[in-house]
């Protein structure tokens, strides 16, 4: 870490800056004791951004970005009807952009259900996992293209992109967390049953990664049982490791089940520091409530916590989530009535 801390903040769209706002908040108040002063510099980019600009992810931006020792980060993209906007456009050229080219191969999606949260689930239990989603590769790196558009012989191709370095990185972090976590096991989710060529790479890589750890055990499961047992039995969860696509599709899921998706947080993280790594929400912009100070800043509040672990504070990292901890636990009621900032306020509040 350099002399100070350097965050870079890129509010985004829709309730991207009304969470982030709170978590700035948090953020200012867990490191107010630090001996590194706190530097925060704002970058706009998103939907709004390039209806203004016309500008996606510009390189001048990129590599100012790479300066920073983190990027904290609320959510981008415009409403699912607005045709303003290129479908894709900015979730594409802006955000995959900076994971890929920050080298973000490791999404981090912890899965918590805290005391006191209301769950749909039958019987709760104790649902603490994470989940290691693989950030650069999968079917979101753009190989695909299609033929014959708007034709009643149209074909469009989306092309799943797993080399056996990326899979190989992703697979062994996922071993690495588990390794020092109490459970020790591994849960590889895929579809290699009909996804042959991605699959028994996947697989393999799984055993052969495995007979480094002795103390890790594993097992598999195809991704359409895994979103059974996510649902009937969460508890037999510890370390999931999975693509892009399945890990995005389940870490929706693994909010759901832990208090909603208001809660959940993640960081898209470069193990090999090359790069900075940047935590958010695991949410989107959620067109239907922004503006309204209805979202819930919590995931943006405990990414603020990963961002702290990542950036050498862990100690800051801990009094954020006790702070989420104890501010949750004094929820009564399964949508808070408060707004946004109230949150944010009295999770500063349990801070001090
Ligand atoms: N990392 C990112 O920037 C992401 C961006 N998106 C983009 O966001 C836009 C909306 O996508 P959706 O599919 O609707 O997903 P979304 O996550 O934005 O919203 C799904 C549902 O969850 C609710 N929700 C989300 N965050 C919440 C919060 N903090 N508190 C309370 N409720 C919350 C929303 O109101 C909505 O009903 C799209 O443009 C999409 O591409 C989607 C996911 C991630
Ligand atoms: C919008 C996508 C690029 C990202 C997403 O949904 C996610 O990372 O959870
Ligand atoms: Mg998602």
Same mark, same amino acid.
């Given at each position: 870490?350099?002399?100070?801390?350097?965050?870079?903040?890129?509010?985004?769209?829709?309730?991207?800056?009304?969470?982030?706002?709170?978590?700035?908040?948090?953020?200012?108040?867990? #490191?107010?004791?630090?001996?590194?002063?706190?530097?925060?510099?704002? =970058?706009?980019?998103?939907?709004?951004?390039?209806?203004?600009?016309?500008?996606?992810?510009?390189?001048?931006?990129?590599? *100012?970005?790479?300066?920073?020792?983190?990027?904290?980060?609320?959510?981008?993209?415009?409403? $699912?009807?607005?045709?303003?906007?290129?479908?894709?456009?900015?979730?594409?050229?802006?955000?995959?952009?900076?994971?890929?080219?920050?080298?973000?191969?490791?999404?981090?999606? $912890?899965?918590?259900?805290?005391?006191? +949260?209301?769950?749909?689930?039958? @019987?709760?239990?104790?649902?603490?996992?994470?989940?290691?989603?693989?950030?650069?590769?999968?079917? =979101?790196?753009?190989?695909?293209?299609?033929?014959?558009?708007? #034709? $009643?012989?149209?074909?469009?191709?989306?092309?799943? +992109?797993?080399?056996? =370095?990326?899979?190989?990185?992703?697979?062994?972090?996922?071993?690495?967390?588990?390794?020092?976590?109490? &459970?020790?096991?591994?849960?590889?989710?895929?579809?290699?049953?009909?996804?042959?060529?991605?699959?028994?790479?996947?697989? &393999?890589?799984?055993?052969? +990664?495995?007979?480094?750890?002795?103390?890790?055990?594993?097992? =598999?499961?195809?991704?359409?049982?895994?979103?059974?047992?996510?649902?009937?039995?969460?508890?037999?969860?510890?370390?999931?490791?999975?693509?892009?696509?399945?890990?995005?599709?389940?870490?929706?899921?693994?909010?759901?089940?832990?208090?909603?998706?208001?809660?959940?947080?993640?960081?898209?993280?470069?193990?090999?520091?090359?790069?900075?790594?940047?935590?958010?929400?695991?949410?989107?912009? @959620?067109?239907?409530?922004?503006?309204?100070?209805? *979202?819930?800043?919590? %995931?943006?509040?405990?990414?603020? %916590?990963?961002?702290?672990?990542?950036?050498?504070?862990?100690?800051? @990292?801990? &009094?954020?989530?006790?702070?989420?901890?104890?501010?949750?636990?004094?929820?009564?009621?399964?949508?808070?009535? &408060?707004?946004?900032?109230?949150?944010?306020?009295?999770?500063?509040?349990?801070?001090?």
């Amino acid at each position: 870490m350099s002399e100070s801390l350097n965050i870079a903040v890129i509010p985004g769209d829709g309730i991207g800056p009304e969470v982030i706002a709170e978590a700035v908040k948090v953020l200012k108040k867990a #490191t107010e004791q630090s001996d590194a002063p706190l530097v925060l510099t704002d =970058y706009k980019l998103g939907a709004e951004h390039w209806l203004e600009t016309g500008e996606t992810l510009p390189e001048e931006t990129l590599e *100012a970005l790479k300066t920073h020792d983190a990027i904290l980060f609320g959510a981008v993209g415009a409403a $699912p009807g607005d045709t303003r906007i290129p479908s894709g456009l900015i979730e594409r050229e802006m955000l995959l952009k900076l994971r890929f080219s920050l080298d973000h191969f490791v999404n981090l999606r $912890p899965a918590k259900l805290y005391p006191g +949260v209301p769950s749909p689930l039958a @019987a709760p239990g104790d649902v603490d996992f994470i989940v290691v989603r693989e950030g650069t590769e999968g079917p =979101y790196v753009g190989n695909g293209g299609a033929l014959r558009v708007g #034709t $009643p012989h149209e074909i469009a191709t989306e092309v799943s +992109v797993n080399t056996a =370095y990326g899979v190989e990185r992703v697979v062994r972090d996922a071993f690495r967390r588990a390794n020092e976590r109490d &459970r020790k096991h591994v849960t590889l989710v895929h579809k290699h049953n009909v996804l042959v060529y991605a699959g028994h790479l996947w697989r &393999r890589t799984v055993e052969a +990664v495995a007979a480094e750890f002795p103390n890790v055990t594993h097992d =598999y499961l195809h991704v359409d049982a895994a979103t059974i047992f996510m649902t009937t039995n969460p508890s037999r969860f510890d370390v999931i490791v999975t693509d892009n696509l399945f890990g995005d599709i389940l870490t929706d899921q693994a909010g759901a089940i832990t208090g909603g998706i208001g809660l959940a947080a993640s960081g898209n993280i470069n193990m090999d520091r090359t790069a900075p790594s940047m935590f958010e929400p695991v949410h989107g912009s @959620a067109p239907d409530i922004a503006g309204q100070q209805k *979202a819930d800043p919590t %995931a943006a509040i405990l990414s603020v %916590a990963l961002l702290l672990d990542h950036v050498g504070l862990p100690k800051a @990292a801990r &009094r954020v989530e006790e702070a989420v901890e104890s501010d949750i636990a004094s929820r009564d009621e399964m949508t808070d009535p &408060r707004t946004t900032a109230e949150i944010g306020d009295a999770i500063v509040a349990a801070l001090a």
